[in-house]
């Protein structure tokens, strides 16, 4: 059983298109995130929600939106695709403040 | 505010060598301290965690690490390194309450035959 799924696990678009990647988590987890790992491998959070409420927002651009239609789910909605926008993208979960629990990664390459 | 410094962005060790990723946090309260491994075009798995008691951790693959309160460090260890653990390796520091959660650059570890 998958604890963190994320789809697509590739995504290839061309620039000015709009896009969602969707996550799910099945381990009854409180809160989830989103990551972008550029291609020096250095992860930044994007997002996190706990509960259904957005409480960490770092500054990445308004074109970049996530969305939470209940505990298990937090998906990922890019307006307006940039080239600087590719990059692998993480999502992961957590319970009170331990570990997080990462998804495989989807691979965005923006032509 | 907490912060993760993971000296040296790139190790390289011999097979059967030691093992050491360095890590260094700042904190104002206690935090909980994470290894992760990160495989080739895969996602991050833990390697172990402290929160709280025993301050020497056992993690998977023969990886352990050790708090050391005085010296604000969190360094993974390995006794024999082997081929399969070359990999990027990431150093995380959160609060109990879990919204602040920082990840290091990361290290990566090149073993060599």
């Known amino acids: 059983d998958t604890a963190v799924s994320q789809t697509p696990k590739y995504l290839v678009t061309q620039m000015g298109n709009d896009k969602s990647i969707k996550c799910e988590q099945n381990l009854g987890h409180d809160t989830m995130y989103w990551y972008k790992q550029d291609s020096k491998k250095f992860l930044k959070i994007m997002f996190s929600y706990n509960n259904k409420e957005l409480i960490i927002n770092e500054t990445v651009p308004n074109r970049f939106s996530p969305k939470s239609p209940d505990k298990a789910h937090l998906n990922l909605h890019i307006n307006s695709l940039e080239l600087g926008d590719s990059a692998v993208y993480f999502c992961a979960s957590s319970f009170q403040g331990n570990e997080q629990f990462f998804g495989p990664g989807t691979r965005l390459t923006v032509l | 505010a907490q912060s993760v410094t993971q000296l040296g962005s790139h190790v390289s060790v011999s097979e059967g060598a030691l093992v050491l990723l360095r890590c260094n946090y700042s904190?104002?309260?206690?935090?909980?301290l994470f290894w992760y491994v990160q495989y080739p075009n895969q996602g991050l798995q833990l390697l172990l965690k402290y929160t709280t008691g025993a301050t020497l951790v056992k993690g998977i693959n023969g990886f352990e690490a050790e708090f050391k309160k005085s010296e604000t460090s969190f360094h993974l260890t390995k006794p024999s390194a082997h081929m399969s653990d070359a990999a990027e390796y990431f150093c995380a520091v959160s609060d109990m309450s879990g919204n602040q959660f920082y990840f290091g650059t990361g290290t990566s570890l090149t073993v060599i035959p």
């Open positions: 904190s104002s309260v206690p935090p909980y």
